[in-house]
Structure formats: C-alpha cells, structure tokens
C-alpha cells in the first residue's frame, strides 16, 4: 500500500474518532492524499463533489424524507389501530402490533430512527403498561425501526444504489421479501416470549364492534395506498423513484392538511426545515463521498484487498463470513449511510468476484447494518427506543439480545440465500 492511501485511512480514521463530522472528515482525508502524491491538482474534489451532487437519483432522498415526516400527521396512528385490529388475539398481540406497524410506517417514512420514534412513542408505554419487560419492548421497536432500512421505499437503499449505480426500482423490490420476513420472524419471537411467560394483555383494551372493524380498515387504506402508488409506479415504468417521491410528498401533504386535517401552517414549516437539514447533512456526506470513491478507483484499492484476503484463504465462505463480520463490527460505531459510502466502493468488486450479483450484496448489506444499529456503542435506533420509552440502554439488556440474535441470523439467511433478494426483480423487474 502506497505512503498516500496510509495517510488517507490514518488522517480518516483519526478524524473520526475525534468527531470530526463524518463529511469533513472524508473531504480532509481525500485531500491528504493529493497533497502527498501532489497529482492530481486539490480541485478535484471540489469538482467530484459537484458531480456528485448533481445527481437526478438523489433528489428522491429529501423527497421521501419529508413525505416521512409528513405522514406523522394523521397516518401513523391509523395504521396503529389497523394494525393492532389484525394482530390482537394472538399471543403478544401488541408487540406484534408494534412490529407490522413499524413495517407498515418503514414503508412510508424510509427512516429508522423516524419509526423507532413514532410507534415507540405510541405503543412502547402501552407494551411496558402490560407487563412487557423492559429489555424486550425496547429491543422490539428499535428493531422494528430497522425495517425502514430494508422495507421499500427505503432512503438508504437510494444511497447504496447511487453507490453502486444500480437501479432503484431494483433495490426496492429485492428488500420486500427479506424485510417481510424479518418481520415475522421478529412476530414469531415476541410471541414464543409471550407464550413462555403467560403474558396476560387487557383483552378490552382490543375489543371492537363489526362496524368499528369496518371504520378502522377504511381509515387506514389511504395512508396504505401511498406505497403502493409510489412502488407500483416505479415498477410500472410510470415514473422514476425520484417522481415517485415527489409524488409520496404531494400524497402525504394532501393526506395530512385536506384529509386528516392535522397539519397546521407553523407544523408544515416546522417538519420542512427538519427535512430540509436532515437531507442537507445526507447530501454532503454524498458529496464528499464521490471523490472518497473515485480515489478508491485509481488507486485500486479494491483490488489490493481482493488481494489481501485471497492470500489469507481462497474459500469464498470465509471471505463472505469476514465481510460480514467488518460490516458488523463497523456498523456498531458507524451511521449506517456513511458505512455504505465508504465501504461499497471496497467491498463490491470483492463480492462480484465471488459471485453476488450488486443487488442481492446490497440487501445483504443493509440487512448486516440493521444489526449494527441495534448493538451498542453507536445503536442508533436501540438508544431511541429507549430515550422514548424513558429508560437507560444498559435496562434493555439481556432481553434484547434475543431480538439482536433473531436479526442477525435473518441477514445471514439473505447472505445466503440470493434468491431472497434476487426473486422479485428477476419477475417483475
């Protein structure tokens, strides 16, 4: 390895751990480079980081960010009573309530942390007010937040496939299955635990009338109906992902001002400026990411640890279970969005190579990183659960390494098992 990709990875690494923002640190590391091999001229990266921002694909990030923000406003709770109508009478009926609906809101908001927040907020005290125990409820919403990293439209998705410059529509329709089942197989623990402990739930808290049946079912069909539009005009070759989400925020904003009726003048400027830094933020990372990713290229640092790991062992298992392990190990202290920047263009070739095609490597990698976003330190969506259910992280513990357990081995699954991810586009796409 040459003196400038050490003093890139070093001047990187050092940045990070200080807490340097993640996009500062990237540009400064970039530039270390330059200056030491003193070619090319330092204006690259501002003309990589101009190209980078330019990108048509981009623009659907912001879009479905504040199409998720919006959808708080008389949605969200809609598809919690719809939710909790289908899955009452079975054993742990509400914390399987509490996982189809963060399913049902990963599929509108495209945020994990947005649906930690939103359905911890509404159904955690309620699980807690039960008897759920404290490790388990916490564990069960921050890993139902998860799902909006792999459950279409998914922003992170939209990141991976700028990265990887593969198709959007793709990346959409190889997430549903892994995150449906994801899902019931979180369901399936809750309900083992529930069985286990006789979990006894307040049966008339869950009663409802024939016609309240009737008038739940009809109240949530419009906030389900915006997936829908949104995926069936991607696949349908209607619009691009980035029309589909402008079109998601035209859905949500006329849902929650004309229909539901929620969304005040001071909240709509409120949850835009929100959006508005959220995605800025995002972007630059992006922006700086693009020269990080052309540097990766020319100086062929792929290759070199292709080369690397082909002389440690030649079993395309091994190689799979190390780069399963660095993603996990470096989704515990990293935000999901930056380990995708930083690592697609070093580990992509490595697993074209052995065979896995960009879209099914890239669910398996999103489902790796919903591991990481659950383990501590970073646990990003874990410490929100818990801030909004009012407890310390350290109190979710032991319980929650079940649910860790349980996620972890469905990303193994998707890693190997490529017809997972690969079905559905292979048919429809």
């Known amino acids: 390895m040459s003196t400038g990709l050490i003093c890139l990875f070093a001047v990187l690494a050092v940045c990070l751990v200080i807490g340097v923002p993640v996009a500062f640190s990237i540009g400064i590391s970039c530039m270390s480079l330059l200056l030491i091999n003193g070619n090319p001229p330092l204006e690259i990266v501002l003309q990589r980081m101009a190209s980078g921002a330019r990108s048509f694909n981009m623009l659907a990030m912001p879009m479905f960010i504040f199409a998720g923000s919006l959808m708080m406003y008389g949605s969200t709770p809609r598809l919690m009573k719809f939710a909790n109508m289908l899955l009452r009478r079975i054993p742990g009926g509400l914390g399987a309530t509490a996982m189809a609906a963060c399913g049902f809101f990963g599929a509108v908001s495209g945020s994990g942390v947005a649906s930690a927040a939103a359905i911890g907020k509404i159904i955690g005290p309620e699980m807690l007010e039960q008897g759920y125990p404290k490790g388990l409820t916490a564990g069960l919403i921050a890993s139902g937040g998860t799902m909006a990293c792999i459950i279409p439209p998914s922003i992170v998705m939209v990141v991976y496939a700028q990265s990887a410059s593969v198709s959007i529509g793709d990346m959409f329709l190889a997430g549903v299955l892994p995150g449906l089942l994801t899902i019931a197989a979180l369901i399936g623990l809750n309900c083992f635990f529930a069985a286990r402990r006789q979990q006894k739930e307040s049966k008339e808290v869950y009663h409802y009338t024939a016609k309240e049946r009737i008038q739940i079912t009809i109240d949530a069909l ?208």
Not at 310 to 335: N, Q
Not at 370 to 375: A, C, E, K, N, P
Request: a negative charge; aromatic letters at 10%.
């Open 222 to 429: 419009l906030p389900m109906l915006m997936p829908v539009c949104v995926l069936g005009g991607v696949f349908s070759g209607i619009c691009t992902a980035t029309e589909a989400a402008v079109v998601a925020v035209i859905y949500s904003f006329i849902l929650a001002v004309f229909v539901y009726k929620e969304l005040t003048f001071k909240d709509f400027f409120r949850v835009a400026a929100d959006s508005v830094v959220t995605s800025g933020v995002i972007l630059l990372i992006m922006s700086c990411a693009t020269p990080f990713g052309w540097i990766m290229s020319t100086q062929k640092v792929p290759t070199l640890f292709a080369n690397w790991l082909l002389a440690l062992t030649d079993s395309k298992i091994l190689i799979l279970l190390f780069m399963f392990l660095l993603l996990l190990f470096l989704g515990t202290f990293m935000e999901t969005i930056c380990i995708i920047i930083l690592i697609t263009p070093i580990l992509l070739p490595i697993a074209t190579s052995l065979g896995l095609g960009p879209v099914h490597f890239g669910v398996a990698m999103l489902m790796n990183l919903m591991v990481g976003s659950l383990t501590p330190p970073l646990s990003v969506n874990l410490f929100t659960s818990c801030r909004v259910l009012g407890m310390r992280v350290d109190e979710a513990f032991p319980d929650t390494l079940y649910v860790i357990g349980t996620v972890t081995v469905m990303a193994l699954l998707t890693l190997a098992l490529p017809a997972l991810s690969e079905f559905l586009p292979a048919v429809l796409g």
